[in-house]
């Protein structure tokens, strides 16, 4: 197979990904292997792929891949969710294009459209996984309104309903007047906004005299039902039971005492408006006050407003104010910074608002969830985040789950004309169900109204992990009980709440076992100055172009590389390039190798058989270090371990250890060791770099059918000789040495040279001498008792080593270059000597720090002695 002078990742990338699919290698069922499952954190279906896709899922590709090749049943279960907020926005968006609007079509006729837009474009994230090279099981993708999901949620809501943890009822919720629904507390984002701090007076009934409260929301004094101030606060106990006129309307509202109130913030007087702030809320049920709702579900000023009626809310503000000016009321106005909650969808300020909405009660569920994370029987990767699970946990409040949108699951509860209602999985059900309640009933089944709202995605995605196996609907079925609960999640941690947290919830309460054991938070992905790679700043490059650019691979390992768990990923084009490079480095270590000529008559020689031994015993370290990295999901690690085996020892002193001369052959058993040794070098890397690894893989011998790197079986670590380990890192110190002082003194590689070695201790390591003489064009190395003159020298170890000097070197240069590094080196010395006398730093630092200090006390006596000898030898 003629191998091209240069890799083409884009060739490779689709051929070898088109077969992987036609042999069905990512398909998973039920079988006698140790199941290893990974449900993907299922993307919206209105998505396209961005940078924290592109980690995020290479993180599960990486462990789906690396399982896959330990014999493991591996079953990664791709899908999206419907994402009932943004789906819906765009689908209302399309339809205002063609002329269509929302309120006049059915529910049934929108429902089409939602369909038909989804069938469109709700798959583009999922193919793009594939350019990335997710060796997802694709015949098991699933949507959270597939049939078996949706009738998964609607069983769900029924349970929980008749266990009552589901309730209906009026309360405060953070309303998104762009989208027109409630949202939950998980899905409001605050921000640090500039705003303006007013000061508003309210004139007291009957008296000419009054009380000044200062807000940022001048426009809900439309609202108030009272004022509030502190019973301890001497400013206004004379007010105690008055009431005062509301500004511009004079409707009277009563002044009332509460310990809750800030006597520091503003005048200490505070509106309540319990319609429109959630602590006012609460202050309200306490003082038993009425509640007037101000606001239109669209932001506007309803008719209880009296004044600005059908006026935006931002827009009232600006004109209110002087209105207040004019009635006298405005006392003065402050520049003011707050934080303001907005809709994580939308980016519209929430307005707080009753509501009568679905509850679901998570006192209960919550605890047990909490529970196995503290006690690690879910872990979390990095442990840091368990504080911010626990915090979040005890303090968990009820969870708003229904939404004013038509697409999603419609909730399962139907109403009658008296304002009874049941809930059951159809209309059918329920009538039956009233049937069997009430005999006697007069109404008919076309009586019964389902309610209009549906239920929060986020109901539907914590089923996740046991409803994409059909776990709710058949609890025992043979597909849950074999992959659930699952391994890995891999997900962002800015989803602790919506859904991990959930899903651990839901494990344990339908299936009484944790969803997954592991769970590996990635960082955010962030420019080159910290920013959050968004399209709004227009700094995330598009993640499709740079696997063009670079090649999955190059894109992968260049992500992978700076990305440890739960760290930010500071992204880089280069990274993607440092990828490629690495493509390429293995490509032509490829080429190097299968371009050389074997002979069977050639003996291997003593340095190459060195070579495999030495390299074997490094690959079986690097393995067993890339494994402990892998345990403690340090993928970062896991890839670095191996891309410095890679290109470090491997093609950087493994290939040149061989290789032999110029247009000469190789011996065969050298050849067959190293063919050996690439090929576990590309199984190692194959879940990083699935593409060139699988490319590599049959170039380097003949493949029958199926055998594919894919499904190779991942090397194991084996016992290796550590002694052999540390003869070459004091070989590769000599290398680097001689090498060094070739290059200084301008001593060209084809000009053979001398090396003496004298040791302090007489003990020599010889074992890689050999080696060095190959590597540095040694034509004898001669052991000697005394400093030999006319030579220049370094140390390794307590090992001196001198080269004698050429004629071309320049003496007087060489002293002074002698002269300054004795002169650096004495100064180093004194410092370290300085640290060793303090007394206090012997007796307090550690001993590995302590006995470090005295080894570059050592060293640097050592090193002094051979300058000055040098230098004696250079004079004479």
Known sequence: ?????????????????????????????????????????????????????????????????????????????????????????????????????????????????????????????????????????????????????????????????????????????????????????????????????????????????????????????????????????????????????????????????????????????????????????????????????????????????????????????????????????????????????????????????????????????????????????????????????????????????????????????????????????????????????????????????????????????????????????????????????????????????????????????YRNEIPFSNVYYTGIVRDKIGRKMSKTLGNSPDPIDLIDQFGADGVRVGMLLTAPAGNDLPFDDSLCEQGRNFSNKIWNALRLVKGWKTDQTIEQPETSALAVKWFTARLNQAIAEADEHFEKYRLSDALMTLYKLTWDDFCSWYLEMIKPALNQPIDCFTYASTIELFESLMKLLHPFMPFITEEIWHHLGERVDGDDIIMAQLPVSTMFDENILSQFTFAEEVINSIRKIRAEKNIPYRDAIELRIKSSDNQIDSTFNGIIAKLCNISSIQTVDENPEGTFGFVARSTEFFIPVSQNIDIEAEIKKLTEELNYTKGFLLSVSKKLSNERFVAGAPADVVDLERKKQSDAESRIKVLEKQIRSFSN
């Open 1 to 509: 197979m003629e191998i091209s002078s240069k890799y083409n990742p884009l060739l490779t990338e689709n051929k070898w990904y088109s077969h992987w699919m036609a042999k069905g290698y990512f398909h998973s069922v039920p079988d006698t292997r140790e199941p290893y499952t990974i449900v993907i954190p299922p993307p919206n279906v209105t998505g396209v792929l961005h940078m924290g896709h592109m980690l995020n899922n290479t993180i599960q590709d990486v462990l789906v891949r690396r399982a896959r090749m330990q014999g493991k049943n591996a079953c990664w279960v791709p899908g999206t969710d419907h994402a009932s907020i943004a789906t819906e926005a765009k689908v209302v968006n399309k339809l205002k294009q063609e002329g269509i609007d929302k309120s006049s079509i059915s529910r049934e006729k929108f429902m089409e459209y939602a369909w038909e837009w989804r069938d469109k474009h709700g798959g583009i994230i999922l193919e793009q996984l594939k350019k990335l090279g997710a060796s997802c099981d694709w015949e098991r993708t699933a949507f959270t309104m597939d049939e078996t999901l949706s009738e998964s949620v609607i069983d769900t809501f029924i349970d929980l309903y008749n266990k009552n943890l589901i309730y209906r009822g009026v309360r405060m919720v953070n309303w998104d007047p762009q989208a027109l629904t409630a949202v939950s507390d998980e899905e409001v984002i605050y921000k640090e906004v500039r705003s303006k701090l007013y000061y508003i007076r309210y004139k007291l009934e009957g008296e000419n005299d009054f009380i000044t409260i200062a807000t940022t929301r001048p426009e809900t004094i439309l609202g108030d039902t009272a004022i509030c101030v502190h019973p301890e606060d001497e400013r206004y106990s004379k007010f105690h039971g008055k009431k005062v006129l509301v500004p511009l309307i004079n409707r009277a509202i009563p002044i009332i005492v509460d310990a809750y109130v800030d006597r520091e913030f503003g005048t200490g007087a505070l509106k309540i408006t319990p319609a429109h702030d959630i602590n006012d809320y609460y202050l309200g049920i306490k003082h038993k006050l009425p509640t007037i709702d101000i606001f239109e579900q669209n932001g506007t000023l309803s008719v209880a407003a009296t004044l600005l009626v059908g006026v935006d809310r931002f827009e009232a503000r600006k004109q209110i104010i002087p209105l207040l000016e004019q009635s006298g009321n405005l006392v003065k106005t402050e520049d003011y910074t707050n934080k303001i909650g907005f809709s994580e969808r939308t980016d519209v300020v929430i307005e707080p608002k009753l509501s009568l909405q679905w509850f679901m009660k998570m006192e209960d569920l919550a605890k047990p969830a909490l529970e196995v994370v503290e006690n690690d029987t879910v872990k979390f990767h990095p442990a840091k985040f368990k504080n911010i699970y626990r915090h979040w946990m005890e303090n968990v409040k009820d969870w708003c789950i229904s939404r004013q949108l038509w697409w999603g699951q419609q909730i399962p509860v139907y109403y009658l004309p008296n304002g009874e209602m049941l809930v059951a999985k159809s209309k059918q059900q329920a009538y039956e169900k009233l049937r069997a309640e009430q005999p006697e009933t007069t109404f008919t089944i076309n009586d019964l109204k389902q309610d209009e709202d549906v239920v929060d995605t986020w109901f539907s995605s914590w089923l996740w992990p046991i409803s994409v196996f059909d776990g709710i609907r058949n609890p025992e079925n043979e597909e849950i009980k074999y992959y659930y609960p699952t391994n890995d999640l891999v997900t962002a941690p800015d989803i602790i709440f919506f859904w991990v947290a959930r899903m651990i919830m839901a494990g344990l309460e």
